[in-house]
Nanobody
Framework: QVQLVESGGGLVQPGGSLRLSCVAS????????AGWYRQAPGKQRELVAT???????NYADSVKGRFTISRDNAKNTVYLQMDSLKPEDTADYYC?????????WGQGTQVTVSS
């Protein structure tokens, strides 16, 4: 069982930035694809960004050009740099990791964008 622990959420004003981190409890994290999803109140969970084990990235259209996903395999960590935040980015953000059919989720970290 792999544990994923997110951090970095909080309250930020529109136009501000936050960086989310997700630390995985596995020494073979480099083999995993990873990603960030979010769920706003009353809405379904949606994909934000993914990064493959080789470093290829994919983004939702709504965050392209504003968010950047990256990983540091030496630290078993995946990051989400969020810039130019908008009120509509307010949601609980969840880290996800996947490898050979195994799927793991973090507990979520709350991001609120408000003035």
């Amino acid at each position: 069982q792999v544990q994923l622990v997110e951090s970095g959420g909080g309250l930020v004003q529109p136009g501000g930035s936050l960086r989310l981190s997700c630390v995985a409890s596995t020494s073979i994290f480099s083999r995993y694809a990873a990603g960030w999803y979010r769920q706003a109140p009353g809405k379904q969970r949606e994909l934000v960004a993914t990064i493959s084990n080789s470093g290829s990235t994919n983004y939702a259209d709504s965050v392209k050009g504003r968010f950047t996903i990256s990983r540091d395999n030496a630290k078993n960590t995946v990051y989400l740099q969020m810039d130019s935040l908008k009120p509509e980015d307010t949601a609980d953000y969840y880290c996800h990791a996947r490898w050979i059919g195994l799927n793991y989720w973090g507990q979520g970290t709350q991001v609120t964008v408000s003035s």
